[in-house]
């Protein structure tokens, strides 16, 4: 069986630099809330001794807290300063621009519109930043609902439907005299998408690997589906039939970008052996026998192929539940003037573990 993953899937940077900082975190660290919409990182995470509180509540004076990457209110802030309480905010960057942009449109006057989902935690932080005056939609039908009125501003969650929101947008644009467009759907969010849609278009059906709870992977499982394209939305590789892919020859595989890559490259590997094995379930033998290795240690040469790449580092899977980071500086000498002038997403390379 032929199998081919999307060009771009699995952690975006927002994400991975929430995880890596919640990694190098003291043991008692708290998350304010879980850190991504990924159980699997969540439990792994709770076994190195960072784990998610509901409210800062349960969170003792001068304990450290970790603003996890969906962001928070103001009043957090303050709340956290109170409690002296050391903060490491894992804000991720987009979702930081969008609550300023939402903050700016109430100081200007305009009637503020938030496009996401109303009990994402991301939509709830951003509206809280534009001082829980805005109006939150994500359907056609409710833009449709909106009075008219001079002035007004959206943004729209980081990981919403490009798609979708280019309709909910035209709507707005009749209801206004001037409509203040903040795009801030994020890059990597994009590019999911689209690699998603693209693949979809190409193969008999798609895996969709995340979350059940995460937003942006559940958008990624609805573009596809979009595409008239059979799809599977799973957490794990335990989740897989093989009644599913019943006289199919092309399977696509994507994944959300809370998704880390042990997960996708575990469905990767089993989906590529399916065939041989003829195996009607995935069972736990067979799960274990796709399982990784002990990571490797400083000092081993292994090979690995990359995943993804920015324009100060590459990340590249190698083969266990881990990844590793091949800054630019690395690459040659001299370094490139960014990673991704010199390596791209699938090129197979062989790394020194440095620690």
Not at 10 to 35: D, M, S, W
Not at 133 to 157: K, L, T
Not at 177 to 185: E, F, Q, R
Not at 196 to 221: C, F, H, P, W, Y
Request: hydrophobic share 40%.
């Amino acid at each position: 069986m032929k199998v081919t993953l999307a060009a771009a899937c699995g952690f975006c940077y927002g994400v991975r630099r929430a995880v890596e900082l919640a990694e190098q975190a003291e043991k008692g660290t708290h998350t304010l809330g879980p850190i991504i919409h990924n159980p699997q990182v969540v439990g792994r995470l709770a076994e190195q001794g960072v784990s998610p509180v509901d409210s800062l509540d349960e969170v003792e004076k001068g304990a450290v807290v970790l603003i996890r990457s969906h962001g928070v209110g103001p009043d957090i802030y303050e709340k956290a300063d109170k409690q002296e309480l050391k903060v490491i905010d894992a804000t991720c960057p987009h979702v930081k621009k969008a609550q300023q942009d939402a903050k700016n449109i109430i100081e200007k006057g305009e009637k503020l519109i938030i496009v996401g989902e109303k009990a994402h935690p991301e939509v709830i932080s951003i509206s809280q930043w534009g001082a829980n005056r805005a109006i939150i939609i994500d359907r056609e039908e409710e833009a449709q609902q909106i009075p008219f009125c001079d002035s007004m501003g959206v943004v729209v969650q980081t990981t919403f439907s490009q798609e979708q929101f280019k309709r909910i947008a035209a709507i707005l644009q009749q209801k206004t005299n001037h409509l203040d467009v903040h795009m801030t759907i994020c890059t990597a969010t994009q590019q999911r998408q689209q690699a998603a849609i693209e693949l979809a278009g190409q193969v008999d059906a798609m895996i969709v690997i995340g979350g059940k709870n995460s937003a942006n992977t559940g958008r990624l499982a609805q573009v596809c589906r979009e595409q008239d394209c059979p799809t599977y939305h799973i957490e794990t590789a335990a989740e897989l039939d093989t009644d599913w892919f019943s006289g199919m020859n092309h399977i696509g595989i994507t994944a959300g970008a809370s998704t880390p890559d042990w997960i996708i490259q575990e469905v990767v590997k089993i989906m590529e052996n399916l065939q041989a094995e003829g195996t009607e379930v995935m069972s736990e033998e067979l799960l274990d026998k796709y399982d990784y290795e002990e990571n490797p240690k400083k000092g081993d040469v292994v090979k690995g192929t990359v995943i993804s790449v920015n324009d100060d580092a590459a990340y590249v899977s190698i083969g266990t539940k881990a990844e590793a980071i091949l800054p630019k500086k690395e690459m040659a000498v001299p370094a490139p003037e960014k990673a991704s002038d010199f390596v791209k997403v699938g090129d197979e390379l062989t790394v020194e573990i440095a620690n």
